[in-house]
């Protein structure tokens, strides 16, 4: 059964600014809306308790800025902005990659990167790659901003480091991964349109063939994205050989909790995750030679 149209309020304010307010004089009553590609699932299969929206497709969040060191993705650029963006595809590959991962065309042009966030899916496309390339979050309200680093914002199942009042202003990224190597994958159902059983993401720097810098960002493997720290301090000064990679495999393995669910078991999970963690370590080694 559908959801009844009469059950939701939708203003749309028109600017960042009256966005900003509203949600700081109302805190917790307005919930904001982007591209709405995880909401209409809910209100199309009649799931989406009645509530108050306020729309954030705003331009001042739907820009991308080459700024020095730094690119700037605002909180309402689309997956297919992201994806055409000369700047990412150059500076950031894994990135457009995971944008053009998510979902089919209709929903990179209408799903943002801030609502994917924010939406906070253990399964999404993005987190790993913003986990391996060290992201950074510019969050705004009417208070101000303030910018934490993007390992920081998730903290528990669907619960972030967010207040009620606050949007998610930009995603910011380091240019300083050109010369890393790279490693990014995705396991599905199928090829286009699926949600990922577990994706992994990550960049790496080794020295003379043993790792001196390494960033490890999974997905579908925990109740928030993970970021897998322990296995990269595993990883840190080793040469990447075999007993180096059967000791990441036994980290990840203890790192994750994969769960049981429609689509993959933990099980198969546990077992792909230490999977793509060798094949990955075992490409940057080859890459490195």
């Known amino acids: 059964m559908r959801s009844y149209p009469a059950d939701y309020q939708l203003v749309t304010p028109g600017n960042l600014d009256a966005v900003l307010r509203l949600l700081h ?100 496309d993005s987190p790993p790659a913003l986990f391996a390339y ?28 967010l207040a009620a009042d606050e949007l998610i202003g930009a995603v910011l990224l380091p240019r300083r991964f050109d010369a890393s190597l790279r490693y990014v994958r995705k396991v599905g159902t199928r090829n286009a349109q699926a949600i990922s059983k577990i994706c992994v993401a990550a960049t790496a720097r080794l020295n003379h063939g043993r790792v001196e810098e390494i960033r490890i960002g999974m997905g579908s493997v925990a109740p928030t994205p993970l970021r897998l720290s322990a296995t990269e301090n595993v990883l840190l000064g080793a040469e990447l050989n075999d007993t180096a990679i059967l000791e990441a495999r036994r980290t990840v393995a203890g790192e994750t909790a994969p769960i049981d669910d429609i689509r993959s078991t933990a099980a198969y999970r546990t077992l792909v995750a230490g999977n793509l963690l060798e094949e990955m370590l075992r490409t940057f080694a080859g890459a490195a030679r």
Request: charged share 20%; with cysteine; aromatic share 8%.
């Open 25 to 124: 004089e109302e805190p917790g009553r307005w919930t904001p809306i982007a591209g709405g590609t995880e909401i209409m699932v809910l209100y199309g299969a009649g799931k989406l308790a009645p509530r108050e929206f306020v729309s954030i497709l705003v331009t001042e969040l739907r820009e991308i800025v080459e700024d020095g060191g730094w690119i700037s993705i605002g909180g309402g650029c689309s997956f297919t902005q992201i994806r055409r963006h000369p700047g990412i595809q150059k500076h950031f590959p894994i990135v457009a990659q995971c944008a053009s991962w998510t979902g089919g065309i209709a929903n990179q042009n209408r799903g943002t990167l801030g609502g994917n966030l924010a939406n906070a899916s253990p399964a999404a």
């Open 134 to 161: 060290g992201a950074e979050l510019e969050l705004i309200s009417a208070r101000g901003k303030r910018r934490i680093p993007y390992e920081e914002f998730h903290l528990g199942y669907k619960k972030t480091a």
